[in-house]
């Protein structure tokens, strides 16, 4: 059974006094409330990654994440982190390639090839970021853009070490918009996504690999979206940062 996994990304938000009483929030109503075998990962920024790892101690389901990597191990790189940094402080997962990233910092597939690659690397469980602009969903190319981003950076992979990545698929239209994909839009890109996984590392494979959506989740409409039998769980934004709103998606992936 694939893990099923409800990640949030805080973005550029919080400040230290708010991100330490948002994780004490989320901490005490996923132990009272969320059953099952989701898991569930916070997202901070950098300078919050040991103090929310410190809150959540060795919590069996709820695990910190960074927002990103450097694709270099080290080196003079000012303000940039490396996955061995986050390696040495316990850090179990990485969102790499969020549209985010593409759009303001012009990552493209070869770096984010390097950036799974050293992340993979140094133990942490990328969860890689894909999906399409509007335009290009306007134009009927989002499953051919999709299948390209997600191609690019993973399929240079061998199939043991493609089933230590998750991946989200985010269409970028409905981030932050307010807009949703239909449940069968989310359905029907995730099912392609995984098709085409299956074409090179087979079925087996391609059935192992937790794919999340990521676009506007919120607790209105996570129960529908994660009831698609190709969605694993959510990427989470503006959502992640109310607790009672984040603790309700994450009760929706066993409803």
Not at 243 to 252: G, L, M
Request: proline letters at 3%.
């Amino acid at each position: 059974m694939r893990t099923k996994i409800v990640a949030g990304n805080w973005k550029m938000n919080k400040t230290f006094e708010e991100a330490n009483g948002l994780t004490s929030e989320v901490l005490g109503m996923v132990n009272d409330e969320v059953q099952g075998n989701v898991k569930v990962v916070l997202c901070v920024p950098f300078p919050y990654l040991i103090p929310t790892r410190n809150l959540l101690g060795n919590h069996p389901r709820i695990s910190v994440g960074a927002q990103n990597c450097s694709e270099h191990a080290s080196g003079a790189f000012t303000g940039e982190v490396s996955a061995p940094m986050l390696k040495s402080m316990n850090i179990p997962y990485v969102i790499l390639g969020h549209s985010e990233r593409r759009q303001y910092f012009g990552e493209g597939g070869a770096l984010l090839a390097k950036k799974v690659d050293i992340a993979l690397a140094n133990g942490l469980t990328p969860i890689y970021c894909c999906g399409e602009l509007l335009e290009v969903r306007e134009r009927n190319e989002h499953e051919a853009l999709v299948q390209k981003q997600v191609e690019e950076s993973l399929f240079h992979l061998s199939a043991e070490t493609l089933q230590k990545v998750v991946i989200a698929y985010e269409p970028v239209w409905a981030i932050g918009t307010g807009k949703t994909a239909s449940a069968q839009q989310a359905q029907d890109m995730h099912a392609i996504i995984r098709k085409h996984i299956a074409s090179k590392y087979g079925q087996a494979v391609a059935e192992s690999i937790s794919i999340l959506y990521g676009g506007s989740v919120n607790a209105a409409n996570a129960k529908e979206l994660f009831a698609c039998a190709d969605v694993d769980g959510g990427l989470v934004g503006g959502a992640s940062l109310k607790s009672r709103e984040f603790t309700d998606i994450a009760k929706a992936v066993n409803s």
